[in-house]
């Protein structure tokens, strides 16, 4: 089926109860067993039947075998990150979300877990900064600042055929949703969100999601998902399927309203630089209209007139609410450097402070572009 199809059907016929088109929030934290050990559902933090259906409805959405659920983008990636060990080494994108680079260096290195960053789109840097002993490659494409675009099928062929065992490739999917790439068909192993974001889409719900193919990975995700226990409650599940069913049209409007703002902040005289992989001055624009069918509603540009300027500008929006977090039907206004990316200050990551980042929201265009309008003014 289709992918519109999906999203509104995949993991989610009809409740066996009492037929409930919508599947319901099964808010109950165990479950009567006719017999000991004779059940589906035994007790909610393994499995629950909201979980269920979400974690089955990514997977489809993804094109991949298997999905699993956790309560937030970070307890993905760190369920993730769990299957290292010791002595391994992780090649990430030189530009994450704050909280990615801060659970590398601060969380994994701890416990012998080592990571370096890189330029995903230099194929030759990738290929010479990986290890012998690099067993994941971390990919955020577009990329949360700076919207860079890294090939996710180069960069798969280049590690078959690299020596030494082959890295899992991570791909950090959040900002371009299924909806606009899948990377699993591009070569990557596993596939993590923040459902917070575009999933969600209502700014109303926290939560992460993981896809993969590989059954012995994924037993063992599922495994770590139970047992460390960083699970989504059922109303969070519910509202990240309810999100889904639209996903679609949101990311259509999405990407339109966000293509014309890029396109008239690049004309605005106080604007430096407009950073937008929709835009064909983006460095890697042609890269992005292979990869992803639509460009997504994130913006960053740096404005001339230094952090003062962004700050003011920031604080200035009426109908973007000046907050952290993004994918939301409203718009939203920060400055990564004092907000998002505080974690990275004084790294070989850190963001300008004259950034500016923008979620576009699916409100009317000229609406949005008005209110920059007069907040540049
Ligand atoms: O916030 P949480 O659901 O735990 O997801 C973390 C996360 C993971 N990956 C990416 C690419 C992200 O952007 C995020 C969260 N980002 C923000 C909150 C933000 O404003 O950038």
Redesign the pocket.
Known sequence: MYFETLAIHAGQPPDPAYGAVMTPIYQTSTYAQKKMGEAIYDYARTANPTRTALQECIAALEGGRHGLAFA????A?DCVLRLLRPGDHVLASND?????YRIFKRVYEVYGVSSSFVEMSDLDAVRAALRPNTRMVWI?TPT??LLKVADIAAIADLLAVADGIRPLLVV?N??ASPYLQRPLALGADIV?H????YLGGHSDV???LIVLNDDEAHARLKFLQNAVGAVPGPLDCFLVLRGIKTLPVRMERHSANALKIAAWLESHPRVERVLYPGLPSHPQHEIARRQMCAFGGMISFIVKGGPEEARRIAERTGVFALA???GGVESLI?VPAAM?HMSVANSPLQVSPSLIRLSVGIEHVDDLIADLAQAMA
């Open positions: 937030s983008g970070m307890a990636i994450v979300y704050g909280g990615t955020e949360n600042p950090d959040t900002f993590v923040s459902a917070t974001k926290v939560n992460g952290e977090s993004l920060e998002t």
